[in-house]
């Protein structure tokens, strides 16, 4: 069962409505507000919200401690965690992309949540 150790959150306003995301992985916009990662193995992630805003509303970013977090595909635990295109979380393939944690338990499938350690790690 996918678990959760508070470290450091951020608040960060949105500009869209980021409701039906809670736990996917979000990205700094440009202007400072949070939105849904946009872009497989994306640089820059900030975190994994933590709440569920609507448009205008403050986004709960864990940005460091654990986190529990959507999974892409099959996650094991001790993969490195890249975003796919959707936000989601995805095993580290190799090639690119900014590492975000390690993950602490697994996922089964898309859409199964697991428990991610934020390490930050960037390119490999």
Do not use: W
Request: hydrophobic fraction near 50%; charged fraction near 10%.
């Amino acid at each position: 069962m996918a678990y959760d150790v508070p470290v450091l959150d951020i608040n960060k306003p949105t500009i869209t409505d980021l409701a039906a995301i809670q736990f996917y992985l979000v990205e700094d916009d440009g202007a400072g507000n949070a939105k849904l990662v946009a872009a497989a193995a994306a640089l820059g992630i900030l975190g994994v919200l933590q709440n569920d805003p609507a448009t205008g509303q403050a986004a709960v970013v864990r940005v460091e401690g654990v986190s529990k977090c959507v999974a892409g595909g099959v996650v094991a635990p001790g993969n490195m965690i890249v975003s796919n295109a959707s936000g989601q979380g995805v095993a580290y393939g190799g090639t690119g992309g900014g590492v975000i944690g390690i993950a602490l338990d697994a996922a089964a499938a898309a859409g199964d949540v697991f428990s991610l350690l934020l390490a930050h790690l960037g390119t490999l």
